[in-house]
């Protein structure tokens, strides 16, 4: 299987954007999401969309950052606005196993309603106030 490869973190002043991309060849048509892990912190998720394009975002998160794909690019984005110190952590691309139901169902709170089978490797974002 091919891997999942974020880009795109970097170190941003509070208020600023970043856009985080993840190479997503052969899990564009799974639920698909991004986690995030920060220093001392349990890896939560931030947001998830389905293959019909249905999202989902963590409270937190919710006005500021939006989810989105480009399938005929198979990759998987996060446009990140607003940003906080506490948005500062290790962001990660991940997708379900492939599946009908799978493929289609979220939960309410940033992520998809089947557990992860597949993570990339994550990408930084640092945001100082």
């Known amino acids: 299987q091919v891997p999942l490869v974020e880009s795109g973190g970097g170190s941003v002043q509070a208020g600023g954007s970043l856009r985080l991309s993840c190479a997503a060849s052969g899990y564009i048509n799974n639920c698909m999401g991004w986690f995030r892990q920060a220093p001392g912190k349990g890896r939560e998720g931030v947001a998830a969309?389905?293959?019909?394009?249905?999202?989902t975002y963590a409270d937190s998160v919710k006005g500021r950052f939006t989810i989105s794909k480009d399938s005929a690019k198979n990759t998987l984005l996060l446009q990140m606005n607003s940003l906080k110190p506490e948005d500062s952590a290790m962001y990660y691309c991940a997708a379900v196993q492939a599946g009908f139901f799978s493929a289609r169902r979220l939960r309410s709170d940033g992520y998809c309603y089947d557990p992860v089978d597949y993570w990339g490797r994550g990408t930084q974002v640092t945001v100082s106030s």
């Open positions: 969309i389905t293959v019909g394009g249905s999202t």
